[in-house]
């Protein structure tokens, strides 16, 4: 399947992406794909408004000390967001991301490949490519 080829693929696709929320919620790190989300949704914000809004959101839900969905970065990468959180762009929330990226690429998405729940993915996949072909059998 095109979906173990990279972290990209299943992030970029609503099944791929619902069944690997669903195994990181099973590993109690939903946070790591909620924040790239936001991220990626943040990045798309054209109002100067917005984006003080949605940065200091980002923020507290997934930055600050003890935040609801504290993700796990570097103190450097969480100390130069908060420096800069009260006048926040677009690229301000990037270093996050790319470490948080790179965390569910090596470590969450093998892990994902290997599980149950990538497995029934496959499986009701392969059934429905299978059904589109039987009546012409």
Known sequence: MAWSESVDTVLSNKEGLAAF???LKSEFSEE???FWLACEDFKKTKS???IALKAQKIYSDFIQAD???EIN????TKNDISQNISEPTLRCFDA???SIYCLMAKDSFPRFLRSEVYKELVKKHQDRNQKRWLPFL
């Open 21 to 23: 929320r669903t195994f």
């Open 32 to 34: 790591n794909v909620e």
């Open 48 to 50: 100067s408004t917005k």
């Open 67 to 69: 935040a609801p969905k």
């Open 73 to 76: 970065i570097d103190f450097h």
């Open 96 to 98: 996050a991301q790319s």
